[in-house]
C-alpha cells in the first residue's frame, strides 16, 4: 500500500524559510516523479511543482507564483521527496500535498498533507 | 496556462439521482504519446483529494462503477449514476498534458 507522509509544517514569518519532507513508501519511490500541491484555507487546489526521476534528469519545473523561492528536491536513497520554502509570503499559507504519479496518473496518489501558516 | 472551467459550481442532489458535472479546457489536452490527461479528484471535508478517474475514463482502483467520466478535445463531464451519502465533496477536474498542471475550481456536491 501507497504512503506519503508529509512533514515540516508550521507557523513561519513573513520573508522566512521552512523546509517540507514526504516520506514514500509502497512503491519503488526513484521511479517515480513527485509533486507538491497546495490548497489555501477554503479555497482550490494549486499545483506548486514536480521533480522528474533520475532517468529523466531529475529537473524540477515550477509554477509561476513559486518560481525562484521555492526548490522541489528528492533523496532516492531515503524515499524522500523535500521542498524548500524560502521567502515565504502570507498568500503561501496553505496545506501542502506530496503527490506521486506512481502508474496511472501524474497525480494518483496523494498524502494527508500539512499546513503551512505564513504570518507575522 | 491552460484554464479548466467547471460547471455548475454548486450541485444539491437528491439520493439515488444522477449528477453530472462538466469540465471546458482553454486549450486542447491531447498529448503527443496519444494520451489525454483529464483527471477527476474527489474530496471529502477535512480529507486529502483521492483520485476517481484517469485519462478521461478510467476508473481508479477501487472507485465505484457508478462513476463515469467521458469526453474529449476540450469537453469532458464525470458522471454519478445513482448518488450515495459517501459522494458528498468537492469534485476537481485536473489537466496533466501541460506544465503548469492546473485544475478546475471545485464543484461542490451536496445532498438536498
Known amino acids: 500500500e501507497v504512503h506519503l507522509v508529509e512533514s515540516g509544517g508550521g507557523l513561519v514569518k513573513p520573508g522566512g524559510s521552512l523546509r517540507l519532507s514526504c516520506a514514500a513508501s509502497?512503491?519503488?519511490?526513484?521511479?517515480?516523479?513527485m509533486n507538491w500541491v497546495r490548497q489555501a484555507p477554503g479555497k482550490g487546489l494549486e499545483w506548486v511543482g514536480q521533480?522528474?526521476?533520475?532517468?529523466?534528469?531529475?529537473?524540477?519545473d515550477y509554477a509561476a507564483p513559486v518560481k525562484g523561492r521555492f526548490l522541489i528536491s528528492r533523496d532516492d536513497s531515503k524515499d524522500t521527496l523535500y521542498l524548500q520554502m524560502n521567502s515565504l509570503k502570507i498568500e503561501d499559507t496553505a496545506v501542502y500535498y506530496c503527490?506521486?504519479?506512481?502508474?496511472?496518473?501524474?497525480?494518483?496518489?496523494w498524502g494527508q498533507g500539512i499546513l503551512v501558516t505564513v504570518s507575522s | 496556462d491552460i484554464v479548466l472551467t467547471q460547471t455548475p459550481l454548486s450541485s444539491p442532489v437528491t439520493l439515488g439521482q444522477p449528477a453530472s458535472i462538466s469540465c471546458r479546457s482553454s486549450?486542447?489536452?491531447?498529448?503527443?504519446?496519444?494520451?489525454?490527461?483529464l483527471s477527476w479528484l474527489h474530496q471529502r471535508p477535512g480529507q486529502p483529494p483521492r483520485l476517481l478517474i484517469y485519462?478521461?475514463?478510467n476508473r481508479f482502483s477501487g472507485v465505484p462503477d457508478r462513476f463515469t467520466g467521458s469526453g474529449a478535445g476540450t469537453d469532458f463531464t464525470l458522471k454519478i449514476s445513482r448518488v450515495e451519502a459517501e459522494d458528498v465533496g468537492v469534485y476537481y477536474c485536473?489537466?496533466?498534458?501541460?506544465?503548469?498542471?492546473?485544475f478546475g475550481q471545485g464543484t461542490k456536491l451536496e445532498i438536498k
Open positions: 503527490v506521486a504519479g506512481v502508474g496511472f496518473s501524474p497525480l494518483d496518489q
Open positions: 509502497g512503491f519503488t519511490f526513484r521511479n517515480v516523479w
Open positions: 521533480i522528474k526521476r533520475k532517468v529523466d534528469g531529475e529537473t524540477a
Open positions: 486549450q486542447s489536452l491531447g498529448y503527443s504519446d496519444g494520451n489525454t490527461y
Open positions: 485519462k478521461i475514463s
Open positions: 485536473t489537466q496533466a498534458t501541460q506544465s503548469p498542471y492546473t
